[in-house]
């Protein structure tokens, strides 16, 4: 594991420390980096890295947010791998990384999401921000639904 700590303030340290995150990204160097974010920010990562051919997006898990890098050395696309987590887990948010200034249009319809790399503070609070408005949506039968502001 890297020897780095990254500080974000106590406002950013999150208590769902039972959310996992998946997190695709064809640099294994990119992988440990955002796997030690995700769990310094009190998440369980669940890496996944992303080869020309033949990854395999794990199945059957219980993921509460996807991290998904745009530029992929792969046979497959971001939105093609887009998709294929939509069919897997429908209704989880996905965050796509990128060192473009904006989110893609071909991939900006299939997440909920974006971040520039390199802005470790900014992706840690949009997965907090992503997470409070999931748990804001599971309520007790005789409360009413709450709504969060989009993102």
Same mark, same amino acid.
């Given at each position: 594991?890297?020897?780095?700590?990254?500080?974000?303030?106590?406002?950013? *340290?999150? %208590?769902? !420390?039972? =959310?996992?995150?998946?997190?695709?990204? @064809?640099? +294994?160097?990119?992988? #440990? $980096?955002?796997?030690?974010? &995700?769990? %310094?920010?009190?998440?369980?990562?669940?890496? /996944?890295?992303? =080869?020309?051919?033949? /990854?395999?997006?794990?199945?059957?898990? *219980?993921?509460?947010? &996807?991290?998904? @890098?745009?530029?992929?050395?792969? !046979? *497959?696309?971001?939105?093609?791998?887009?998709?294929?987590? =939509?069919?897997?887990?429908?209704?989880? +948010?996905? $965050?796509?990384? !990128? @060192?473009?200034?904006?989110?893609?249009?071909?991939?900006?319809?299939?997440?909920?999401?974006?971040?520039?790399?390199? #802005?470790?503070?900014?992706?840690?609070?949009?997965?907090? *921000?992503?997470?409070?408005?999931?748990? @804001?949506? &599971? /309520?007790?039968?005789? #409360?009413? +639904? %709450?709504?969060?502001?989009?993102?």
């Amino acid at each position: 594991m890297l020897g780095v700590h990254f500080e974000f303030g106590e406002g950013l *340290k999150m %208590q769902a !420390s039972h =959310r996992k995150v998946l997190i695709l990204d @064809d640099d +294994p160097m990119h992988l #440990e $980096i955002y796997s030690l974010l &995700v769990k %310094q920010a009190g998440y369980d990562a669940l890496p /996944t890295l992303v =080869r020309f051919v033949g /990854t395999k997006i794990p199945s059957g898990e *219980k993921i509460g947010l &996807v991290l998904l @890098d745009y530029r992929l050395n792969s !046979s *497959k696309t971001s939105p093609e791998f887009a998709s294929e987590i =939509r069919a897997l887990y429908p209704g989880v +948010p996905i $965050i796509v990384l !990128s @060192d473009l200034w904006s989110v893609p249009a071909d991939i900006a319809p299939l997440v909920d999401g974006f971040v520039r790399k390199g #802005e470790p503070a900014k992706l840690i609070e949009t997965v907090s *921000k992503l997470f409070a408005a999931a748990s @804001d949506l &599971v /309520t007790s039968d005789d #409360e009413a +639904p %709450q709504h969060s502001e989009n993102l």
